[in-house]
């Protein structure tokens, strides 16, 4: 029988959420509560790979096991056997044709920057003092909305397509607090994190509202802001079509 786990971490101490040797991971933990309750590997299939000190509300994975539990019992144990900072929200039964990654249909994003800093939130958000015009910081997010080639804003990209669509793209301000959110189709690598740090430039008077428009036409990555610290960096939610 198939599963499909929901499930929220802090990313702080983690190396993103691909397994990878020497290095300490999200999927890696996974794995190890898998194994202590199966007594054997288990291979899981994720939505997407989270990058190091990147958080999420909703990732989701999913995998086959041969155990007769429910869904509650599965969510009890894996929640037992893992740390802290990761955190089972819901285990439901899919179908054998079920693909966390290939099935998802949109997924959300959001990054919280903080104008004042608080010594709490100094892993979860990004201090960020300089001033920001926000109407400006609106209409530069909005001009990611709509299906364009995304190469210039993504990290190393190898056979994999660059064409995505942004379906809703915003800015919440609440108090000294900057939410951006985008829904999209797919994002590709540190892909967030350079349209934000170029619309923060934008904000701050360093680059033009045009450079949006010119590094998707030129698909040269030097145009962009820097790479934004990953920690203000959230998957909220993965979403599936209703079978």
Do not use: W
């Not at 400006?136 to 190469?151: N, R, V, W």
């Amino acid at each position: 029988m198939r599963y499909k786990v929901t499930l929220s971490y802090d990313g702080t101490h983690y190396h993103g959420f691909q397994k990878q040797q020497n290095s300490h991971s999200i999927e890696a933990e996974i794995n190890q509560a898998l194994f202590k309750i199966h007594k054997k590997p288990i291979k899981i299939i994720a939505s997407g790979r989270t990058d190091k000190g990147v958080h999420a509300l909703g990732q989701v994975f999913d995998f086959k096991s041969h155990l007769k539990m429910t869904c509650e019992q599965f969510k009890k144990a894996l929640n037992s056997y893992l740390p802290k900072d990761i955190y089972i929200k819901e285990v439901e039964v899919v179908s054998d044709h079920f693909n966390a990654r290939h099935s998802a249909v949109k997924k959300t994003y959001k990054y919280i920057i903080n104008q004042e800093f608080d010594v709490f939130k100094r892993s979860h958000e990004l201090y960020y003092p300089y001033k920001i015009d926000i109407a400006l910081l609106k209409e530069a997010t909005k001009s990611f909305i709509g299906t364009h080639d995304f190469y210039g804003f993504a990290g190393y990209v190898k056979d994999k397509p660059t064409i995505k669509t942004i379906y809703d793209a915003n800015v919440v301000v609440d108090q000294s607090r900057i939410i951006i959110t985008f829904i999209g189709n797919g994002f590709l690598k540190y892909m967030v994190r350079k349209m934000v740090g170029t619309i923060l430039d934008i904000s701050s008077g360093k680059k033009p509202l045009s450079i949006i428009d010119t590094i998707f036409e030129t698909k040269d990555r030097n145009l962009c802001g820097k790479t934004i610290n990953p920690e203000g960096l959230y998957l909220v939610e993965v979403d599936y079509e209703r079978n």
